[in-house]
């Protein structure tokens, strides 16, 4: 029993540890706060069940990091701590009766809105502002004054003359984040997930006057190192903040008891998606600052103050149909079509069911009643079906024997939860293989975007890869809002991807399963496209980085009459499938590297063909035939999985080009 639970413990550990690392450095949270708080209650209930010299370190007990490796640094005066949370006005009620039994008495509070951002520390000295940090991992902060000077909403000096740190929240407003998603749509860029993750993101731009155009701004709450401010209560110093020009939300209630306290949080629970940014909770303090000081802390955070925690709303609807997406690569994705509510701010009309098995999982019917909720307040996700409240002779939904585009039927994946449609003309697919042929990592080609290929596949300009490189330029230059203009640039960046080198050429077509690193390793090992054709499944698993499954696909790809017909109306286009590698020097020879992060002097394609050129080899992932991982800034979870093995060594940009020499 006592093993066993140790094991549940160690997955816990490891899960959280790897949610903390989205969370925290990448900005990039995958499930809601109140699911990560019930996997950290339930650690806490299994790890008090060990003796105390068997629990060992616990992800518990530290406060989360946002620090970048390489970052400028600088030291908080006094730590920034996080909050205990609460969900429930039950729980919330528990920790005023042990607070006012600690005391002897009822203390009063205040209840702040606790917004939905992202912390902040500024640090003036005889009333300058000296320098704005992240809060890092509580003790040092992350350096982003030039960010922070771009706000104009923070002032840059106040009358108070000893040192004292300013502590507050920075986020967008929530119409800004959307016309920024707009925009980034629009750009083909990645969308953020939330306000949130976007504010982080945007404090930490290299570049302020990227920053500035992200509308960044801030509400500040407290302030640490003060002694000498002559203020006793939070509630004053809250009025003291926004008399030196700080912007506060200006939404707090001092309480007397527990009733007035919840009052604030259900007001504010209803009312919350009327403010013009987001809020997750109510956070409730001592108001009494000295206090305050006299109850402390634990070893992560206050015990005079708690988060109230909103619970993610859930709301009913109707199941009015599933269609099914057919991706790139043929993956036939199912998606719920719902009867629109409004939830958590937005309306919702459509959410993700991600393969067969959910479908089955969740025992949908059409027209269902089912219960939904945003994943993080993010993303639609249907939670349940209600049979009680289902049709008699409702239909069950049925996954597709066939593609619902082309009709070929489909194939399930090795791992048997993924169907995929093995008709590589299928007309479903044929816009995204083009959008991934055209792309940054592949060809890229500049200018041939989403939009475009849309519009060439309507106009039966393009009906596969090869004629991109026979379009008619004459008659691109007369579509609505395009031009000679636009015509000929696009020529120009087609005309320029014909000197890609075959492992882009590789990587462009699109075959399941191989990466950029992948068909890198394939065109250095067989040199050219004509080699890998003839090369047997057992030739292909001994190259680095290709396993069985990746063979398997190989073979299928190039077995098919249809693919191979393609290969050669590209070559005959001028496209390169025999690889050339410039050796400059044997300085990285037999090492292995992988980057993870943004560089500061090369971007990661460019880099990567540097330690080709120098005789070192770029490897996938993070295992103990790894040598060095390179590290820029926001690494990936690869410096985690990195920091466990011994034998690899973490390592800058800088150190690189050393070794390099």
């Excluded at 003796?51 to 400028?72: H, T």
């Excluded at 945003?374 to 049709?391: C, D, F, N, V």
């Excluded at 959008?435 to 939009?451: K, N, P, Q, V, Y």
């Excluded at 050429?505 to 067989?526: K, M, P, Q």
Aim: aromatic letters at 8%.
């Amino acid at each position: 029993m006592n093993d066993e639970l140790k094991r549940e413990i160690q997955r816990l550990r490891a899960e959280i540890e790897r949610h903390n690392l989205l969370y925290y450095e990448l900005a990039n949270p995958s499930i809601s706060d109140y699911e990560y708080d019930q996997l950290a209650r339930q650690l806490k209930e299994m790890e008090a069940l060990l003796e105390a010299d068997e629990r060992g370190k616990s992800p518990l007990d530290k406060v989360g990091s946002d620090l970048r490796p390489g970052a400028e640094t600088i030291p908080h005066l006094q730590r920034m701590y996080s909050l205990d949370n609460s969900y429930s006005t039950e729980e919330l009620e528990q920790w005023c009766t042990k607070l006012a039994s600690e005391l002897g008495f009822f203390p009063t509070l205040t209840a702040e809105l606790k917004i939905d951002g992202f912390s902040i520390n500024l640090y003036f000295e005889n009333g300058e502002l000296g320098h704005a940090t992240t809060r890092g991992d509580g003790i040092t902060g992350e350096v982003v004054t030039p960010n922070i000077l771009t706000l104009s909403s923070i002032p840059k000096s106040i009358s108070h003359l000893s040192p004292i740190e300013i502590l507050g929240e920075i986020y967008i407003p929530v119409a800004d984040f959307l016309k920024l998603n707009e925009e980034r749509q629009a750009n083909e860029e990645k969308a953020f997930a939330n306000p949130r993750n976007a504010a982080a993101g945007s404090i930490k731009l290299k570049n302020p006057e990227e920053a500035k155009k992200r509308h960044l701004n801030a509400i500040f709450y407290s302030v640490s190192n003060s002694p000498d401010l002559p203020l006793q209560r939070q509630s004053k110093l809250l009025a003291w903040l926004a008399e030196q020009g700080f912007p506060t939300s200006g939404q707090f209630r001092v309480c007397a008891s527990y009733n007035e306290v919840r009052e604030f949080c259900d007001h504010w629970e209803n009312e919350r998606y009327g403010l013009p940014y987001e809020i997750d909770g109510v956070v409730v303090k001592v108001d009494d600052l000295a206090l305050q000081k006299r109850l402390g802390f634990t070893a992560k955070s206050p015990k005079w103050a708690v988060a109230f925690k909103f619970k993610p709303e859930e709301k009913e609807t109707h199941l009015l149909e599933v269609q099914y997406q057919v991706g790139r690569t043929g993956a036939v994705t199912p998606v719920a079509i719902l009867e629109p509510v409004y939830i958590s701010g937005s309306t919702v009309s459509r959410a993700t069911l991600h393969n067969e098995d959910e479908i089955k999982r969740l025992d949908l019917h059409l027209n269902d009643t089912v219960r939904i909720i945003k994943s993080g307040e993010i993303i639609p996700k249907i939670l349940t079906a209600i049979p009680a409240k289902r049709e008699p002779n409702a239909v069950p939904v049925g996954f597709p024997a066939n593609c619902p585009v082309c009709s070929s039927q489909l194939e399930r994946d090795e791992e048997g939860a993924i169907s995929y449609c093995p008709n590589a003309s299928c007309p479903a697919q044929l816009q995204r293989r083009i959008e991934h042929f055209a792309s940054r990592d592949a060809m890229d080609i500049s200018g041939l975007g989403t939009s475009l290929i849309a519009r060439l596949l309507e106009q039966n300009m393009i009906a596969g890869l090869a004629d991109i490189y026979r379009l008619d330029y004459e008659a691109l230059a007369q579509l609505d809002r395009f031009g000679e203009k636009s015509a000929e640039n696009l020529r120009n960046s087609i005309e320029a991807s014909k000197a890609r080198n075959f492992d882009r050429v590789l990587f462009a077509l699109g075959i399941r399963y191989v990466g950029s690193v992948t068909a890198r390793h394939l065109a250095e090992y067989f040199g050219t496209v004509d080699e890998l054709l003839i090369a047997g499944e057992e030739t292909l698993a001994r190259v680095p980085e290709v396993g069985s499954k990746i063979a398997l696909s190989l073979k299928a790809w190039f077995g098919n009459p249809l693919n191979l017909k393609l290969v050669e109306k590209l070559r005959a286009q001028g496209l390169r499938f025999s690889y050339e590698l410039r050796r400059e020097s044997e300085t990285l020879a037999g090492k292995t590297f992988l980057l993870t992060g943004s560089l500061d002097n090369y971007d990661r394609k460019t880099m990567e063909e540097l330690i080709r050129r120098h005789g070192g080899r770029i490897v996938s992932g993070v295992s103990t035939s790894l040598n060095y991982l390179v590290v820029g800034a926001k690494p990936g979870s690869k410096l985690a999985k990195a920091q466990k093995l011994p034998s690899v060594k973490i390592i800058s940009e800088i150190e690189l080009l050393e070794l390099i020499g």
